[in-house]
């Protein structure tokens, strides 16, 4: 029923793997890919591709001639898999009760000899990024891989797997099974923190403009990609206290508040600005450091709220909605600084300037010391003025500091959340407006263990990369609806 194709590795992974797989009935063989240099002393029952890997569509290609039977089966890793018990026929057993086109599955990670479980989420419309966990192991309908060539006759070096998935869920389930199926090896033991600025290390920058040119090519096959045509926004709003206002939800962040409002309020700007700190109920001295600084300085509006089930997004809707609130409100974290004293004007000159109705800046990494950290400036340069709303339902973010046109806010609004409620509200003014972007570093983004996503486990991870993709499911679905006249 199956084909496997595994990655050449080192020759004492490949054989445990190999034979691991052998060890189902429901595999017909099993086939190496590898660039012609390896040379591998492996049995001679098992064939040979050669390729540079499942991420090129050339190898895809390959695969997807050289396969006879019903099923593909890919292992991405090339550390040494071990399944568990009939497995393989649990999977096509699934495979043939519900024809999905690839199937995924729960599993075990092995972490420094330790054996860990490691569920994942299930696949749905919006689950567009590139980095989505499927874990290593993945059996395709071959017919489904078949249907998907025309979508691989682009030449792609890095993505060819990304291609093949997105042309597979145009016409084909993509279904998680929640059951333990395999252990596979987890080689990179970085926390959480660490790991989530990975797709804008500025060396990745190749890969990103080929998944954005794939992602692209799947939302104009289902309809949901916006032709760089935006309504107008009307920047002449009267009536407010200020031109501008920062606003910081805060919460138990004494050790980081005072340089945060600091960096506010030495601010130059050539209109009146103030800085309103929603206090969402501290405990830590934080409360008391606000009100005391609040006394000595006119533009520090301090807020509690009057109800105590705000997340992050509810703060901000309620220094939105203050009356205090000025014409353009502009975010900065309680663990952050901005980087000079023309942070507030620059935003607010590009918004004139660009007649956006949003604003998104670049910031740069540092530790706790200030001390410049790896990857460095973080400027999303895979935005563009013509793509950057369609590419955004790829990617995890948009950049930060983010800026608002304070009545498109307070009419739009963020959802009361206390992850990803800056994206959700961001996808959704995209998908009317025109967002103004600035390269250069405004603000340094301070990385310490108190970060809200310094070490997530898994379950918390997946709870917010299921969120994301249901607030891109969500969009995309509008996006489509738009697009047909129905919305």
């Known amino acids: 029923m199956i084909t496997c194709f595994i990655s050449a590795g080192e020759q004492n992974n490949l054989q445990p793997t190999i034979d691991a797989l052998k060890c189902s009935s429901m595999v017909a063989e099993v086939v190496v890919i590898a660039d012609e240099s390896v040379n591998h002393d492996i049995s001679e029952t098992v064939k040979h591709i050669s390729g540079s890997g499942f991420h090129t569509t050339e190898t895809l290609r390959q695969i997807a001639e050289y396969a006879k039977t019903p099923y593909i089966l890919f292992y991405t890793k090339s550390l040494p898999l071990k399944t568990g018990a009939f497995a393989l026929e649990r999977m096509v057993q699934i495979a043939e009760d519900t024809n999905a086109g690839l199937l995924y599955a729960d599993h075990y990670k092995m972490i420094n000899g330790e054996i860990k479980p490691h569920p994942l989420i299930d696949y749905q419309s919006g689950s567009l990024r590139d980095d989505f966990d499927f874990g290593s192991l993945l059996l395709y309908k071959t017919e489904a891989v078949k249907q998907a060539l025309p979508a691989l006759n682009i030449p792609r070096m ?37 790991k989530i600025f990975d797709y804008v290390d500025p060396k990745n920058r190749a890969v990103q403009i080929e998944m954005e040119e794939i992602c692209t090519e799947h939302l104009i096959a289902i309809g949901g990609w916006l032709q760089p045509r935006f309504s107008e926004i009307d920047l002449s709003g009267s009536g407010f206290p200020v031109e501008a206002s920062v606003i910081i939800p805060v919460r138990n962040r004494v050790k980081t508040i005072e340089d945060a409002i600091k960096s506010v309020l030495s601010q130059e700007t050539k209109f009146p600005f103030n800085l309103i700190v929603v206090d969402n109920h501290s405990t830590d001295g934080t409360t008391e450091l606000l009100e005391k600084m609040a006394e000595s300085n006119e533009k520090l509006i301090h807020l509690i709220p ?23 409100a502009i975010q900065l974290d309680s663990d952050d600084l901005y980087i000079n004293k023309t942070v507030i004007q620059t935003i607010v000159d590009a918004f004139y300037e660009q007649e956006c109705a949003m604003v998104v800046g670049s910031y740069q990494m540092v530790n706790f010391k200030l001390e410049e950290i790896p990857p460095g400036l973080i400027d999303h340069r895979e935005w563009t003025p013509e793509n950057g709303r369609n590419n955004a339902l790829r990617i995890n973010g948009l950049g930060a500091p983010r800026a608002f046109y304070t009545p498109v806010l307070r009419e739009i609004r963020l959802p009361n959340t206390s992850y990803g409620e800056d994206y959700a509200v961001a996808l959704r003014i995209s ?54 006249g129905t919305l």
């Not at 597979?168 to 959480?192: K, W």
């Open 158 to 194: 890095y993505g060819g797997l990304y291609a093949l998935r997105l042309a597979v869920s145009r016409n084909y389930s993509v279904l998680r099974i929640p059951e333990f199926l395999y252990t596979e090896m987890e080689t990179d033991s970085r926390a959480s923190g660490e």
């Open 431 to 484: 998908r009317h407006y025109q967002i103004g972007r600035i390269y250069e570093p405004l603000y340094l983004c301070r990385r310490w263990e108190e970060n809200s996503d310094a070490s997530l486990d898994v379950a918390k991870m997946n709870s917010h990369n299921l969120y994301k993709d249901r607030i891109r499911t969500i969009e995309l679905e509008a996006r489509i609806r738009l697009n047909k």
């Open 306 to 328: 009057d109800r105590d089930d705000l997340g992050i997004g509810g703060c901000w809707n309620y220094g939105v909605v203050h009356e205090a609130c000025g014409k353009f």
